[in-house]
C-alpha cells in the first residue's frame, strides 16, 4: 500500500512538474528605423567604422531584450533557450525557426523584431519598438502577438538603452507568461 501511495504522489509530482514546465525557445531580430548621419544626411561610411560600431550597439540591445524575455521565463519555471536570429520574417525564415524550436525539444516560440535607430554622431542604437509572436509549435498557431513601444516604458526616469532594451524583454515575456 505505501509504495503504491509512493507511486501515485511521483506521478502527480511527475505531472504537475510537466505541466508547469514548457520548453521555450526566443528568436529575436533586429532591424535598422533609420539610420542618418545628421551631420552628412547619408548613411554611415564602413570606412569610417561607424556602421561596424552601430551594428555591434544594436546588437547589444538584440542581447539585452532576449535576456529579459529568458530571465522571466526561467524565473517563472519554464525552460528557455534562444535560437538563431533572422534578417527576414516571410514564411520561410519563420518555418526554418519553427523547426529549429523543435529540434530543440521546444513547445513555444517566441519571435521578436526589436525596431532601432542608429545615432552615429553617440555611437549608439536606441530601441523604439519589438513586436512579438509567441507560437504554438504542434499547432504551428500563433497564441498572441503585439507590439511594445519604449516610449511607452520610459517616463520620467532615465535609464540607458540597453536597460531599456532589457526591460523591453520583461514587458513582452510578463505579457506573454500572462497569457500562457
Known sequence: ????????????????????????????????????DTATDRMPSAATGDATTLAKAADTLREALEQGIMDQFFNAGHIIFNGPSAASTDIHSVSLRQQSARLGGASRLILVELAYRADPALKKALPISARYSLWRLDTRQIVESGTVNADSLVH???????????????????????RW
Open 1 to 36: 500500500m505505501k509504495s503504491v501511495l509512493l507511486l501515485a504522489i511521483l506521478l502527480l509530482s511527475a505531472t504537475t512538474a510537466t505541466a508547469l514546465a514548457d520548453t521555450v525557445m526566443v528568436s529575436v531580430d533586429i532591424e535598422p528605423a533609420g539610420t542618418i
Open 156 to 178: 520620467a526616469t532615465k535609464i540607458d538603452e540597453n536597460q531599456l532594451s532589457l526591460l523591453m524583454g520583461q514587458t513582452i515575456a510578463t505579457v506573454l507568461l500572462n
